[in-house]
């Protein structure tokens, strides 16, 4: 039930009006914080950011270490789309390390808490190969133990020569 919820709060605000495109806001006004819970938030935040210091820091096992042991890591950048466990996370986290990606920026748009799941949704901006890119992220991360965990990552590279440029509302009236 719980995750059945939270999937209803990502769905519902994972399509919220902060859309941003290379630099331009498609929606109507700016993702607020969607989670009353200040620790979590806090949580979130330093998560988001240690991701961020160990990718540029060429730590792929600090990076890891913010997963579950059977973490998900969807992305259109591996052959099947989904890398799943720590230690392939890990292997996967450190190719884009050994190539010298690096993160530039990150902003959090929108998160959302429910009990012991939390969700983020951001967007980055990254230098690959010497190449300006940028993508968006949905991550879900669980109250453990040791404290939030990230259990579910999907990261999305849009590319705006195929991509959808203008979207025609329906009429509501």
């Not at 819970?37 to 330093?46: I, S, T, Y």
């Not at 950011?49 to 890891?64: C, E």
């Not at 190969?129 to 993508?135: D, I, P, R, T």
Request: aromatic share 6%.
């Amino acid at each position: 039930m719980k995750t059945a919820l939270l999937l209803c709060l990502v769905l519902g605000v994972g399509m919220a009006p902060a859309q941003q495109i290379a630099g331009q806001a498609v929606g109507a006004g700016n993702a607020a914080a969607s989670c009353p819970n200040p620790a979590a938030m806090r949580a979130a935040q330093q998560i988001v950011h240690a991701w961020k210091d160990g990718y540029n820091s060429g730590d792929a096992a600090r990076v890891a270490a913010l997963y579950t042991e059977d973490a998900y890591y969807l992305t259109q950048h591996y052959v099947t789309g989904i890398v799943q466990g720590r230690a392939r996370i890990q292997a996967y986290v450190q190719r884009g390390v050994d190539a010298h990606y690096r993160i530039d920026s990150l902003q959090i748009l929108s998160t959302g808490c429910v009990e012991n799941l939390m969700y983020v949704i951001a967007r980055y901006e990254a230098t690959n190969a010497g190449q300006k890119v940028f993508g968006v992220n949905l991550v879900v991360l669980k109250r453990t133990a040791p404290g939030w965990r990230i259990v579910a990552h999907e990261a999305a590279v849009p590319d705006p020569a195929t991509a959808v440029q203008h979207l025609d509302l329906p009429n509501t009236r």
